[in-house]
């Protein structure tokens, strides 16, 4: 089958399909990315072309494929404690403030495969131990959220958790699960975990003291940044914080939030 290469005019379907479903936007030199994670899939269908699979994901009824095609196309990487210094800012700034006995509630809200929901929940333990509190973990792809739900992952990321804090946290596998390890119980079942577009009308999932929606908005254009970041900002609390990832900004983005430092950003008191 001639799926090593794709048409200038099908590589531009997916991109405007992806676009109009996710916000992602391919650029002109992502066709291998675009050959290399669908190729596979066309293969395990048996279609000979780009342009039958592109007829079946745009036909109606077709919705499960079409998100197949999301999840494969969706990149998702992330670590345990990636950019620490958000960490550190939650730990030292806001969660010594939060009122005794008030429930607090973060989302993840590009979550990936749950590192970063989990890596809250840590933080959060740590702080309230057994008073209320809650992760809300959400991503476009269904796949990912599976994941994340499981809570389990490669040995090799333990390295990226404090000892101490991994002591506490995790479990390391045996026997069947040799070579991977598990958050414990004391966090999943703090930390839900489900599918939302972030350009779509959200899931009512309430609001939330923080936010972090990081290392997303790198793949959106302007118009669309825009757009998620004012979707997210109805779920977020007056005087809530806002996360963003280091290679990102707000600027020209939104007003509706202040600067605090780079990439964290409060909402005002009156919304």
């Known amino acids: 089958m001639a799926l090593e290469t794709i048409s200038s005019a099908d590589f531009d379907r997916f991109r405007r399909l992806l676009y109009e479903h996710s916000g992602i936007h391919l650029a002109d030199n992502k066709q291998p990315l675009l050959i290399g994670r669908l190729g596979r899939r066309l293969r395990e269908l048996g279609l000979d072309s780009y342009a039958d699979y592109y007829q079946r994901v745009t036909q109606p009824g077709c919705e499960v494929e079409r998100q197949r095609m999301i999840d494969l196309l969706t990149t998702n990487e992330t670590h345990f404690f990636r950019e620490p210094q958000h960490f550190v800012y939650l730990r030292e700034h806001i969660l010594p403030r939060h009122p005794a006995g008030t429930p607090f509630r973060a989302w993840s809200a590009a979550s990936s495969t749950g590192e970063e929901a989990y890596t809250l929940a840590i933080e959060l ?8 509190w809650e992760i809300i973990g959400t991503d476009i792809s269904h ?22 804090l991994l002591k506490k946290y995790c479990l390391r596998g045996v026997r069947s699960q040799d070579g991977a390890m598990r958050v414990m119980s004391s966090l999943t079942r703090r930390a839900h975990f489900l599918p939302a577009n972030l350009l779509a009308p959200l899931p009512d999932i309430g609001r939330f003291d923080v936010i972090f929606l990081r290392n997303v908005m790198i793949y959106f254009d302007m118009e669309t940044k825009r757009r998620v970041v004012d979707n997210v900002l109805t779920r977020l609390k007056p005087g809530g914080t806002l996360f963003i990832g280091h290679a990102e900004t707000l600027q020209n983005v939104t007003e509706r939030v202040q600067l605090v430092k780079p990439t964290i950003y409060r909402l005002s008191a009156h919304g």
């Open 143 to 164: 796949r990912v959220v599976e994941q994340a739900r499981l809570g389990i992952y490669p040995i090799e990321r333990a390295k990226e958790i404090p000892i101490p």
């Open 125 to 132: 333990a740590e702080a309230f131990g057994e008073a209320p």
